[in-house]
């Protein structure tokens, strides 16, 4: 069975720094592209930060580029995202997901992913 549990979500102050992570069982996360989107409230789900199954860079969606960092963990079967500079608009609920097929570029559609994780809330204060 295949479970993503995430965990570092909560309150943070604008210009500060978060981290999340989301521990990954039932698949291999070297085999996987994942991602990772958000819901902020009253919105859709959007797509954050994705990576390839090989690894490599993360690919962001714009409003985080240079601020937001998608990291791996082959050994632990981990992934995070960190948060440097968060700004109030970066309020939602977080969402680590793991695509379906294995060996596949990252999407930013949330089609191609279909194991969530539980979700975690963050907030960023003014």
């Known amino acids: 069975q295949v479970q993503l549990v995430e965990s570092g979500g909560g309150l943070a102050q604008a210009g500060g720094s978060l981290r999340l992570s989301c521990a990954v069982s039932g698949r291999t996360v070297s085999s996987y592209g994942m991602g990772w989107f958000r819901q902020p409230p009253g919105k859709e789900r959007e797509f954050v930060a994705g990576i390839n199954w090989n690894g490599g860079r993360g690919y962001y969606r714009d409003s985080v580029k240079g601020r937001f960092t998608f990291s791996r963990d082959n050994a632990k079967n981990t992934i995070d995202l960190q948060m440097n500079s968060p700004k109030p608009e970066d309020t939602a609920v977080y969402y680590c997901?793991?695509?379906?097929?294995?060996?596949?570029?990252?999407?930013?559609?949330?089609?191609?992913?279909?194991?969530w994780g539980q979700g975690t809330q963050v907030t960023v204060s003014s």
């Open positions: 997901a793991v695509q379906r097929r294995p060996y596949r570029s990252y999407s930013s559609d949330a089609y191609e992913y279909d194991y």
